[in-house]
Nanobody, 126 residues
Framework: QVQLVESGGGLVQAGGPLRLSCAASGRTFSEYVMAWFRQAPGKDREFVAAIAWSGIETSYVDSVKGRFTISRDDAKNTVHLQLNSLKPEDTAVYYC???????????????????WGQGTQVTVSS
């Protein structure tokens, strides 16, 4: 079993940065695809970004391309999401997730991810 704990959320003004972190404990996640999702009030959970086990292949939803960067540090069992140029529409709870069935296929649907963190709130004020 893998436990994921997110941190780094908070309140930030539009245009500002935040750095989210996801720490994994238990079974190592170094061979998994890891991803970030987000969910705004009244909306479905949305794919944000994913990274392959190699740390090289990445995928982003169009709305965050060029602003967000996903990375992983397998030595520390962590995955990060750097959020730059934040917009009010980025406000959501951000979740870290792991897909133990894949090393390179970066899937965007939540149901294929087996491991989830509890989420961290990101609020962007205008």
């Amino acid at each position: 079993q893998v436990q994921l704990v997110e941190s780094g959320g908070g309140l930030v003004q539009a245009g500002g940065p935040l750095r989210l972190s996801c720490a994994a404990s238990g079974r190592t996640f170094s061979e998994y695809v890891m991803a970030w999702f987000r969910q705004a009030p009244g909306k479905d959970r949305e794919f944000v970004a994913a990274i392959a086990w190699s740390g090289i292949e990445t995928s982003y939803v169009d709305s965050v391309k060029g602003r967000f960067t996903i990375s992983r540090d397998d030595a520390k069992n962590t995955v990060h999401l750097q959020l730059n140029s934040l917009k009010p529409e980025d406000t959501a709870v951000y979740y870290c997730a792991g897909d133990p069935t894949s090393r390179v296929v970066l899937r965007t649907t939540p149901h294929v991810y087996s491991f989830w963190g509890q989420g961290t709130q990101v609020t962007v004020s205008s």
